[in-house]
């Protein structure tokens, strides 16, 4: 696609549930981000994969949040039994190359909200 | 602890009147982004800044990164009402990803230009 696609856009789910983000990137990029981003505030970094390296997950805020990337493409941020605390909004972003030269490509994120 | 702070967090000022926002931090950066946030929306690309002292503009907004690489500065000359959004100043740093960067955020500065 010529973006980087999220979905779904909006997720509730009930505390102690697990949830699925999912994130298409643009094709070829090789390096993919996903950020957090609470109420109206600036980007807390999550993780970050490039190509066949093992990623940087320094990031992930517990042992409940992981993330994989299939095939160099699409990604997932799996979160495990959901504590109120998660309500954000998740956004994934690549780049083009090893780094943020170029700048990033965001997707228009996943408002997550924990009930 | 914030690597990148912003300030101010909150602006709202009358069409026409001129601002600038600031980002600092005690670590130096290889470069340092701009951008800008709509409600709903992933952060977009403004400017990257390298070389120390450097500044580039953008119409009515003007970048300078500091000399010594630690903070920049954005000024909006005659703000319009179609500046409003939320500016994010983001630094690159290493990863452990050999050869390869990631961006950190500030927590970003909410403008509201007023009619």
């Known amino acids: 696609g010529a973006g980087v696609s999220q979905s779904p856009s909006n997720k509730v789910t009930e505390k102690g549930k697990d949830v699925e983000l999912r994130c298409d990137p643009i094709?070829?990029?090789?390096?993919l981000y996903w950020y957090r981003q609470s109420l109206g505030q600036g980007l807390e970094f999550l993780i970050y994969?490039?190509?066949?390296?093992?990623?940087?997950k320094s990031g992930l805020p517990s042992d409940r949040f992981s993330a994989e990337r299939t095939g160099g493409s699409v990604s997932t941020l799996t979160i495990q039994r959901t504590q109120q605390e998660d309500s954000a909004v998740y956004l994934c972003?690549?780049?083009?190359?090893?780094?943020?030269?170029?700048?990033?490509?965001f997707g228009s994120g996943t408002r997550l909200t924990v009930v | 602890t914030q690597l990148l702070e912003q300030s101010p967090q909150f602006l709202s000022i009358q069409e026409g009147e001129n601002l600038t926002v600031y980002c600092n931090s005690s670590?130096?950066?290889?470069?340092l982004q701009w951008y800008r946030q709509e409600p709903g929306e992933g952060p977009v690309l403004l400017v990257t800044?390298?070389?120390?002292?450097e500044v580039k503009k953008l119409k009515r907004l003007t970048f300078q990164f500091g000399d010594a690489r630690k903070d920049s500065s954005l000024h909006i000359t005659a703000a319009q009402p179609g500046d409003t959004g939320l500016y994010l100043c983001?630094?690159?740093?290493?990863?452990?990803?050999?050869?390869?960067?990631?961006?950190?955020f500030g927590q970003g500065t909410r403008l509201t230009i007023n009619p």
């Open positions: 972003a690549d780049s083009d190359r090893r780094g943020p030269y170029n700048g990033y490509t």
């Open positions: 094709s070829g990029h090789t390096a």
């Open positions: 994969f490039q190509g066949n390296s093992a990623p940087d």
């Open positions: 670590s130096v950066f290889s470069s």
């Open positions: 800044v390298v070389t120390g002292g």
């Open positions: 983001a630094g690159a740093q290493t990863t452990i990803i050999q050869g390869a960067q990631k961006l950190v």
